[in-house]
Nanobody, 128 residues
Framework: QVMLVDSGGGSVQAGGSLRLSCAVY????????MGWFRQAAGKEREGVAY???????SYADSVKGRFTISQDNAKNTVYLQMNSLQPEDTAMYYC??????????????????????WGQGTQVTVSS
C-alpha cells in the first residue's frame, strides 16, 4: 500500500511562484510513474507534469517553461516547482502514482486506471 500526501499550495499573485510537494509513504518499487494533475472549478481534470525514476519529466503545453517536476528518491518525494503563475493556473492540484512499468507514463492516460494512488489535493489560487 502507498499513501500520497500533497502540500505546498496557497494563494499568490500573478507572476509568483509556489512549490508543491508529494510525499510518498509506503513501498516504492524501482519502476513507477508519478504525475501532477489539476482540476479547476467546473472543468475536467488535466495532466500537468509526469515523471518516472529514469527520465527528466514531461509537461502539458500550458505549463512548459514555467513548471518543473522533480524527485528526491532519498525522501520519496516528488515536487512541482511552479513559476510565473497565472490566474488560469488556479485549481486543486493532485499528485498521483502508478507502481510498476507504465508505458504511457508521459501521456498521462494511466491516470484513468483503477490502480492509481492519489493524494488528497492542495489548492493553488492565483490572483491577477
Amino acid at each position: 500500500q502507498v499513501m500520497l500526501v500533497d502540500s505546498g499550495g496557497g494563494s499568490v499573485q500573478a507572476g509568483g511562484s509556489l512549490r508543491l510537494s508529494c510525499a510518498v509513504y509506503g513501498f516504492l518499487p524501482s519502476t513507477y510513474c508519478m504525475g501532477w494533475f489539476r482540476q479547476a472549478a467546473g472543468k475536467e481534470r488535466e495532466g500537468v507534469a509526469y515523471i518516472d525514476r529514469y527520465r527528466d519529466g514531461s509537461y502539458a503545453d500550458s505549463v512548459k517553461g514555467r513548471f518543473t517536476i522533480s524527485q528526491d528518491n532519498a525522501k520519496n518525494t516528488v515536487y512541482l516547482q511552479m513559476n510565473s503563475l497565472q490566474p488560469e493556473d488556479t485549481a486543486m492540484y493532485y499528485c498521483a502514482a502508478r507502481l510498476g512499468p507504465t508505458y504511457d507514463c508521459y501521456s498521462g492516460s494511466w491516470s484513468q486506471r483503477g490502480d492509481v494512488y492519489w493524494g488528497q489535493g492542495t489548492q493553488v489560487t492565483v490572483s491577477s
